[in-house]
């Protein structure tokens, strides 16, 4: 596996890939010591260290900082995903910028019924934001769900604000 590390506006992004597919995003560390040590972790094996522009480092800071949400083609490493797993963050991929979906309403579109707590759990479990953007998946009845394990998430509510996506707090 590989660590591609990059200086962002307010930290440091970081990247794992695996034989060049997308492994595992993040996008705040604080220094790049803190990015290497949490990605070669879960990697669970010898890395390579890269400190280096990537694209889809670009895709990720853009994402974040709200300055575009095209995403170019990128190959996902779904190991470790269900084939359920991988149909709804698939789903989910198709939800546009500015757009949010129910957890029950990602399901259907995954081709599951009843998935609402099913999807909640693939969300929580996605390793891939906010490329495959699970801040755009809220409540049934408008409320913001969780995000990174925690209600009405700040970092959730300023990506949706930047897609202007309507929705209650």
């Known amino acids: 596996m590989k660590i591609v590390i990059s200086k962002n506006n307010e930290g ?33 094996e010898k890395v390579i260290i890269e400190e280096k522009h990537h694209p889809v480092i670009d895709v990720i800071n853009n994402i974040v900082d709200g300055k575009s949400f095209d995403l170019p083609k990128i190959d996902f490493d779904f190991s470790g995903y269900t084939d359920k797993e991988v149909e709804v963050l698939k789903a989910l991929l198709k939800i546009p910028a500015g757009e949010v979906v129910s957890y029950a309403e990602l399901g259907k579109r995954a081709g599951i019924t009843n998935a ?6 693939v969300m929580a479990k996605n390793r891939f934001g906010p490329i495959v953007p699970c801040h755009r998946v809220i409540l049934s009845d408008g409320r913001m769900g969780k995000f990174a394990g925690k209600k009405n998430h700040p970092m959730k509510i300023k990506m949706l ?9």
Not at 24 to 36: G, L, P, Q, R
Not at 161 to 167: H, P
């Open 12 to 44: 440091w992004t970081g990247i794992l890939l695996n034989n060049e597919k997308l492994f595992y995003t993040h996008y705040s560390f604080n220094n790049k010591d803190e990015a290497v040590k949490y990605l070669s972790k879960i990697a669970g």
């Open 116 to 121: 609402a707590r099913f999807v909640g759990n």
């Open 161 to 169: 604000t930047q897609e202007k996506a309507e929705f209650r707090l």
